[in-house]
């Protein structure tokens, strides 16, 4: 077989020319693209139902068959060739079925047709089902007629497209020719469905809320902008939903979730998006713990419904889902983690010099709390391979988190932690409308001195509290870090079907 990825481009042009004049010459025998062919069946149903007969048991019964989809392999030899039909099924042939055609049995005409076929033409086929010597399902074709025509030559059949970067750039053709690609993407809309369904077994209410901000806010991130012309506005792509989530809760929905498309102005890596998904839910009268054990809940049943266990791998090593993950303080975690005493994770001079021996300047302000969340970010983050919650975070870098009534330094917050990755970030949220107001001015404040991600002021989220929010919860979780763990992807770009990518020259 000629493939397009190791063709130069002159044979490639060539293939596709070719191509053309076949279409042309369909085009001027009649319809060029059919639109009437319904399939009855599907590949991965039928390899499901008869795979395992015999074909003694299988072909007397002379099973009706309407199948559609592209071809991918064919061999022509003499009277009767084989093709290899693959469809939009999922099952563990990846919805694809054999088809055998023989020229008695089709004619000279049809089977003439059949020895023409170019590998990616879309074919409606119809026969009877039986099983070859090798005991492959297979349809005995009485009738195959070509849907569409395929003018662009397919990757490679065995490797699939070798650059990496094509593969997000055209991931259509990815899709046709990496059957761990197509799988990756049903993983991934059988842990969103699952994530969907826990979430209203458990009483939430599933909303929508406004992907266009007057006001950026929700998370500490550097927004993109637009202009609304009709209100003569600017305004901002989402960054996250949370202020509007915790609205609804002020207004009497107790329990709300949102599976949701944000945006954040910052880099691309193999971590980050600009356009990602997350899942972010609010529980009225829930505090963080009530979060991290229904989070570690929700985690333990996503992998379950998407990869069949709660014990992952992930990069040759094992994730246990299935275990009960683990709990520290950000003070803790340096003691565990990071080789420092009882007494060193709570002197704010050996953390300073801690940090500057690893090259990290610490700014003169930043107190005993905040050089432990750096000295965290630092050594600890990366060794969190174990699912860990982290908790306690200083109330300086959690500007929407509840302080902790036991120690008002820090938050009733916590993060957590998978293969040195963040995937959760939750806390009791902060429902008094006047120290918000205060840490939204410390937040304008830092803004003003230059930090682009710093929040702004959001009067009518003020305004909300108010009113009044009773005691909540709040957790996000980042859906596309979820997949990237249960399908071993290495690389945020596996799990979007459309990554984000510089324009092609």
């Not at 039928?46 to 015999?54: F, I, N, R, S, V």
């Not at 010597?133 to 070509?146: A, M, N, P």
């Not at 691309?268 to 529980?283: C, D, G, K, L």
């Not at 992930?314 to 683990?326: H, R």
Request: glycine share 6%.
């Amino acid at each position: 077989m000629t493939t397009h990825d190791a063709l130069p481009p002159d044979d490639d042009n060539k293939l596709i020319a070719e191509r053309r004049e076949k279409l042309a010459a369909i085009r001027q025998r009649g319809v060029a693209f059919p639109n009437h062919f319904k399939p009855k069946q599907h590949a991965a149903d039928l390899q499901q139902k008869y795979g395992e007969l015999a074909n003694e048991e299988l072909e007397p019964q002379g099973i009706p068959v309407a199948v559609a989809g592209r071809v991918m392999l064919k061999r022509v030899m003499g009277k009767a060739s084989f093709a290899t039909l693959q469809d939009g099924s999922f099952g563990k042939t990846h919805g694809r079925i054999q088809l055998f055609a023989a020229k008695d049995a089709l004619g000279d005409e049809a089977y003439e047709q059949f020895k023409h076929l170019d590998l990616g033409d879309i074919v409606g086929a119809e026969g009877t089902l039986f099983k070859t010597r090798t005991g492959e399902l297979s349809v005995k074709l009485t009738s195959i007629q070509l849907l569409t025509k395929n003018l662009r030559p397919l990757p490679d059949k065995f490797h699939g497209m070798a650059d990496q970067e094509m593969k997000y750039r055209q991931r259509y053709a990815d899709l046709i020719t990496d059957e761990t690609s197509r799988a990756r993407f049903v993983a991934r809309s059988k842990a969103v469905s699952s994530i969907r369904s826990f979430m209203v077994e458990h009483g939430f209410l599933e909303v929508e809320t406004p992907m266009l901000h007057p006001i950026p806010g929700g998370a500490n991130a550097k927004p993109f902008k637009t202009h609304h012309n009709a209100l003569d506005q600017e305004m901002f792509l989402r960054i996250a939903p949370e202020l509007y989530l915790k609205r609804l809760v002020v207004g009497g929905f107790e329990r709300v979730f949102e599976i949701n498309r944000s945006f954040r102005n910052e880099g691309i890596s193999v971590r980050h998006n600009p356009e990602f998904t997350m899942m972010e839910f609010y529980a009225a009268y829930w505090n963080y713990h009530d979060l991290m054990d229904f989070t570690e809940a929700l985690l333990r049943h996503a992998a379950r419904m998407a990869t069949g266990s709660a014990s992952v791998t992930y990069n040759g090593k094992a994730v246990e889902l299935d275990k009960p993950f683990a709990r520290l303080s950000v003070r803790e975690s340096l003691v565990v983690h990071a080789g420092l005493t009882d007494a060193e994770s709570t002197d704010a001079r050996v953390l300073h010099d801690k940090l500057k021996s690893l090259g990290e300047e610490p700014p003169a302000h930043w107190g005993l709390a905040e050089l432990q969340f750096g000295l965290f970010e630092a050594v600890v983050e990366e060794k969190l391979w174990q699912p860990t919650f982290i908790i306690d975070y200083p109330v300086e870098v959690s500007p929407l988190a509840r302080a902790s009534d036991a120690n008002p330094k820090v938050t009733e917050r916590f993060e957590l932690f998978i293969t040195g990755r963040e995937y959760a970030n939750g806390f009791s949220e902060l429902n008094d409308a006047e120290d918000q107001a205060a840490r939204f001015r410390a937040q304008v404040a830092n803004k003003e001195a230059g930090d682009e991600e710093a929040m702004y002021y959001d009067a009518d989220f003020i305004r909300a509290l108010e009113y009044g929010m009773p005691p909540t919860g709040g957790c996000g979780v980042g859906l596309d870090r979820l997949v990237m763990l249960l399908t071993d992807s290495p690389s945020i770009r596996d799990v979007i079907l459309f990554p984000a990518l510089r324009r092609e020259a």
